[in-house]
């Protein structure tokens, strides 16, 4: 069986600060995906990465950043000088090869930035 | 607009009702899934359809629930007798392809169910 485990329930944080928000996964497939989702208030998720299990590269994109470690079973996500717009909550999730996108989701993070 | 349409956007309903969500997908996306996401909690899956097919219902939590998409397109969320443990906020994603191998899922802003 599938498991995401995001420890953090929630963080709060001042503007500028850099912020790590934890994902630790299970499961017994060879080739799995991982993705962070991001639920502003409005309600809608936002995509902003998937991983696959064969990619270990850590990606950077702009202020966002992954560590991918299968190691330790984690791909923990990153947001460099945080800003108030990054006030959300933040999905970590996992699917395997043959599920399609039928996708299990950790509880969430939710992150509040102050000015 | 472009993006995945859910109505209605907030459905109150007393126990015991009939309810209808529908979900609009983007414009040829075959993939279309359904999620549950109740407060304080990720978002749960329920079902998938290929087309129009449903290819996984698995997380389908009984019998009061049924979805359909009839024409590979449109699909609708039915919930018979409803019960107040049904209040959530109703997902709809699509996808252009079935799989994370290829493609992004997106999701519509959901439609919140409250039963009274």
């Known amino acids: 069986a599938q498991k995401v485990t995001q420890a953090q329930t929630e963080i709060s944080v001042v503007e500028k600060e850099d912020v790590t928000l934890d994902c630790v996964y299970e499961t017994r497939d060879t080739t799995y995906y991982l993705f962070w989702y991001k639920q502003p208030p409005s309600g809608e998720l936002v995509f902003l990465i998937r991983?696959?299990?064969?990619?270990?590269q850590n990606e950077i994109s702009g202020r966002y950043s992954w560590n991918f470690q299968k190691s330790t079973s984690s791909f923990n996500f990153t947001i460099t000088a945080s800003q108030v717009v990054d006030s959300a909550v933040y999905f970590c999730?996992?699917?395997?090869?043959?599920?399609?996108?039928?996708?299990?989701f950790g509880k969430g993070t939710s992150l509040l930035v102050t000015p | 607009g472009a993006g995945v349409s859910q109505t209605p956007s907030n459905k109150v309903t007393e126990k015991g009702k009939y309810v209808e969500l529908r979900c609009d997908p983007i414009s040829g996306h075959t993939a279309l899934y359904w999620y549950r996401q109740s407060l304080g909690q990720g978002p749960e899956f329920l079902i998938y359809?290929?087309?129009?097919?449903?290819?996984?219902d698995s997380g389908l939590p009984n019998d009061r629930f049924f979805a359909v998409r009839p024409e590979g397109s449109v699909s609708t969320l039915k919930i018979q007798r409803t019960e107040r443990g049904d209040s959530a906020v109703y997902l709809c994603?699509?996808?252009?392809?079935?799989?994370?191998?290829?493609?992004?899922?997106?999701f519509g802003e959901g439609s919140r169910l409250t039963v009274l």
């Open positions: 359809f290929q087309g129009t097919g449903a290819a996984d």
């Open positions: 991983r696959n299990s064969f990619d270990e």
């Open positions: 994603a699509s996808s252009l392809t079935a799989g994370p191998n290829t493609g992004e899922l997106f």
């Open positions: 999730a996992l699917s395997d090869d043959l599920s399609g996108y039928a996708l299990n």
